[in-house]
């Protein structure tokens, strides 16, 4: 199957259309010891499907869990491709002490359809505390092999309720004054391009990587250059603080030039310089940014729109590979012409930083995938 995802606007209209069509669906698998993998409760599947996700998701977890006495934690974004769908898992165990080991693997796997993968990755973080919410309560009060109380199948039910915990949580650093919502100000590519005459490429690749990226310059002006930065980030809720005289955590960050300075590992976008210190160039961003020039603000967003998906499709990818007990030479070929070296290190990253627990196997595969990827004479 080949992804097409396009961004759909995290905003509540969104979210209630997604609700009413049943797109969103959500899965709690484990282990049953004679038959292996199941899907002990799903609502908005039909049982095969449940059935075929709890399988993948569970044996992909199996390839990590080799010690029976360690606890496996952790969350996955994969792609369903038989589904059509994109999923995030979230592995936690609930005791057992009749098994080896005293506990039982088991995880909460929300999916969307597979176009909206876009707003997968934004959505991870409150999908991630969520589940983290509705595991502890499954640890409580469900016992394998018992009939699911009704309290645990509500609070798995209320993980299709997109909204109302993505509200929760952006009222939660709203109160510190950090805001994760689309910015108010409208961002311009022709503001960046005018103002920034030099290392642009830096800071994209930061924000892209996860990375602090602080600007410089009067609040008027620095709101405008976040509002724009954050075109670059449609995978992300970016946290931002538009302005402050204090050193804070976040994505984003405005304030004064002396102030930059106790920034030490950050991206630094000094708007009266006109110029980005600190971090690494990027060819990738380099010519995503040639390739805006020119033209119209409103195709800007979807022309990045589409560049980053392709990077989130290819670290779909990656991570799905990385679940597989085993990855044949076929499969490495497959995948190659989806990845080249001007993108690989962001790929590497998102895919690591979005699947944790497949961490060591991402890196495995990634320079086997590199060097497979160089020998085709056009890149993706």
């Keep these: 199957m080949t992804f097409n995802p396009q961004l759909l606007e995290l905003n509540k209209s969104g979210n209630d259309k997604l609700q009413q069509n049943n797109s969103i669906s959500v899965c709690f698998a484990t282990f049953d010891d004679a038959i292996g993998p199941i899907s002990a409760y799903h609502k908005h599947l039909d049982d095969h499907s449940a059935g075929e996700i709890a399988v993948k998701v569970m044996i992909g977890s199996l390839s990590l869990h080799t010690d029976n006495k360690s606890e496996l934690c952790g969350e996955s974004i994969i792609p369903f491709s038989k589904q059509e769908k994109i999923a995030f898992s979230y592995f ?32 991870a973080p409150f999908l991630s505390t969520q589940c983290k919410r509705v595991s502890n309560l499954v640890r409580e009060r469900y016992v394998f ?46 503001f960046l391009n005018k103002v920034i005459k030099k290392d642009l490429d830096k800071a994209i690749l930061a924000i892209l990587m996860g990375r602090p990226v602080v600007v410089t310059g009067d609040e008027v ?35 004064k030039r002396n102030i930059a300075k106790a920034y030490d590992d950050a991206v630094i976008v000094d708007l009266i310089k006109g110029k980005v210190t600190g971090g ?7 010519n995503l940014l040639a390739s805006l020039r020119g033209i119209d603000e409103s ?44 993108k690989m290190g962001i790929i590497v990253t998102i895919a690591k930083s979005m699947n944790p627990i497949f961490t060591k196997k991402i890196d495995y595969l990634a320079p086997i995938i590199a060097r497979e990827a160089s020998t085709y004479d056009v890149f993706a």
């Design 221 to 255: 002006m620095t709101e405008i250059a976040i509002a724009s930065l954050e075109i670059f980030a449609p995978h992300k809720d970016l946290k931002k603080v538009f302005w402050t005289n204090q050193i804070v955590e976040a994505d984003l960050i405005g304030t």
């Design 280 to 286: 690494e160039q990027s060819k990738f961003c380099k």
């Design 92 to 123: 936690f165990t609930i005791p057992a002490p009749k098994l080896r080991g005293g506990q039982r693997s088991c995880s909460l796997i929300i999916l969307m359809d597979a176009k909206e993968q876009l707003q997968m990755y934004r959505l």
């Design 299 to 342: 195709a800007v967003v979807q022309k990045v729109n589409d560049k980053i998906s392709e990077i989130i499709t290819s670290a779909s990818i990656l991570a799905e590979l990385a679940m597989r007990k085993e990855v044949s030479k076929g499969d490495i070929s497959t995948v190659a012409p989806m990845f080249n070296s001007e």
């Design 145 to 190: 092999g018992k009939s699911m109380p009704n309290l645990v199948k509500q609070k798995i039910d209320d993980l299709l309720d997109v909204q109302s915990y993505k509200v929760e949580i952006e009222e939660f650093y709203a109160a510190r004054k950090i805001t994760i919502t689309k910015s108010k100000t409208k961002g311009s590519m022709q």
